[in-house]
């Protein structure tokens, strides 16, 4: 298994009072809430945390892009990814993701993605997401043509990165007269592709086919859920498409926190991680799910599953339904490897730092996990999975 540090750089000094007074902390949350100074003081020691995990051991370190909110001060991981480039010498780095559909030039991104493979040498991920519903407020976008718009970015994309140029590009929503890419990315035929998604059936059966078979993340669900979804993956290769998925397709991300007991780990984290799902994630769903951004099936089936993460959470109920994985040593660990043996995932990325967790705090669950976690989980491989039970996969 791999084992990847995903940061979301939250404002974690964001005054709870003044979020209190509005909707939620996406969008229109006033931008005179955020200090500048205080700004510098995070993003440095947000970096400081992926470089440590590099140190640790942890395969790989992950970022990604949200607009306009406290929950994640991220809206180009480009930036951080440059970041880390040179400050980091094993690790993958995994951009999960960039919204390359919400842009009118997608090929500025896959610019930036190959220079960063080239100065990495080839640790680069790529991550293609829609961006979550609250994007395309503020980005003045189109839900409604934001699956297309993905799918027709992702093809200019890979024939930019695959394909000799000069080239002319004419779809439905971008239009080239020239596509040469200069640099080429490092690795052969281009960095893999991930899809972290809230669920929706077309993104399944998009990153199911099998010209892409791209590795599928869920996060932020009960892990009931986590195995309709990934199941519903590997039922899909199956069913829809005649091959049996890998495990290499299938990922899991949780927010985790250990600490020396099962006790003090959760005294120690419940104010933070109560404060990501109430205060920093919280989304009216008219905001998460605008008109739209699903059809009519996958706002259904994604809307029942996510409604159990909105609002009033606390600790325990998120740590009794696999939302979170928070304990000692002994607790993370076990609880890992038995979700892997129902799942199968090659690839698990631990959200290490949520809400306001402070700096000490976050170092030294890292330290433990790092120490007494991964190297526990990183041998995990197919042998411990129990195989995949198509009677499980979601089919509401």
């Given at each position: 298994?791999?084992?990847?540090?995903?940061?979301?750089?939250?404002?974690?000094?964001?005054?709870?009072?003044?979020?209190?007074?509005?909707?939620?902390?996406?969008?229109?949350?006033?931008?005179?809430?955020?200090?500048?100074?205080?700004?510098?003081?995070?993003?440095?020691?947000?970096?400081?945390?992926?470089?440590?995990?590099?140190?640790?051991?942890?395969?790989?370190?992950?970022?990604?892009?949200?607009?306009?909110?406290?929950?994640?001060?991220?809206?180009?991981?480009?930036?951080?990814?440059?970041?880390?480039?040179?400050?980091?010498?094993?690790?993958?780095?995994?951009?999960?993701?960039?919204?390359?559909?919400?842009?009118?030039?997608?090929?500025?991104?896959?610019?930036?993605?190959?220079?960063?493979?080239?100065?990495?040498?080839?640790?680069?991920?790529?991550?293609?997401?829609?961006?979550?519903?609250?994007?395309?407020?503020?980005?003045?976008?189109?839900?409604?043509?934001?699956?297309?718009?993905?799918?027709?970015?992702?093809?200019?994309?890979?024939?930019?990165?695959?394909?000799?140029?000069?080239?002319?590009?004419?779809?439905k929503h971008y239009h080239f007269e020239y596509v040469n890419m200069w640099p080429r990315p490092y690795q052969d035929p281009h960095p893999p592709i991930w899809c972290p998604s809230l669920g929706s059936t077309e993104t399944i059966e998009w990153a199911a086919h099998p010209d892409r078979k791209y590795v599928y993340a869920q996060n932020y669900s009960p892990f009931t859920n986590v195995c309709k979804f990934l199941d519903q993956y590997r039922s899909t290769a199956q069913d829809m498409y005649g091959y049996e998925a890998s495990s290499s397709q299938i990922g899991w991300t949780a927010p985790v926190y250990v600490a020396d007991t099962d006790e003090q780990a959760v005294a120690e984290a419940t104010e933070h991680m109560e404060a990501l799902f109430n205060k920093f994630l919280y989304l009216p769903f008219e905001t998460l799910f605008p008109p739209g951004y699903l059809t009519a099936q996958s706002y259904k089936r994604v809307a029942s599953h996510k409604r159990g993460i909105m609002g009033s959470q606390t600790m325990e109920a998120l740590i009794e339904n696999g939302v979170v994985i928070v304990g000692s040593p002994d607790t993370v660990r076990k609880k890992l490897i038995e979700c892997h043996e129902v799942l199968g995932f090659s690839t698990f990325v631990a959200l290490m730092h949520f809400g306001t967790l402070p700096a000490d705090k976050t170092e030294r669950s890292m330290r433990l996990f790092a120490e007494e976690v991964l190297p526990a989980i990183q041998p995990l491989s197919d042998r411990e999975y129990r195989g995949f039970e198509p009677a499980s996969a979601a089919a509401e």
């Open positions: 298994m791999n084992v990847f540090m995903f940061h979301l750089m939250p404002y974690a000094a964001l005054d709870m009072k003044e979020r209190d007074k509005h909707p939620s902390a996406w969008v229109t949350l006033p931008n005179k809430l955020f200090d500048p100074k205080i700004g510098h003081e995070l993003y440095n020691r947000y970096l400081d945390e992926l470089e440590l995990a590099d140190e640790l051991g942890f395969d790989g370190v992950s970022v990604n892009e949200h607009h306009q909110n406290a929950y994640g001060l991220m809206p180009s991981p480009v930036v951080m990814a440059a970041s880390l480039a040179r400050r980091t010498s094993n690790c993958k780095i995994a951009i999960l993701g960039n919204a390359f559909a919400l842009r009118e030039h997608p090929l500025t991104l896959a610019e930036e993605h190959a220079m960063i493979d080239c100065i990495t040498g080839g640790r680069l991920i790529t991550g293609f997401v829609r961006g979550i519903g609250a994007e395309f407020y503020s980005m003045a976008a189109n839900p409604t043509l934001s699956h297309e718009r993905h799918m027709e970015a992702h093809d200019l994309i890979i024939r930019a990165w695959t394909e000799e140029g000069p080239f002319a590009f004419e779809g």
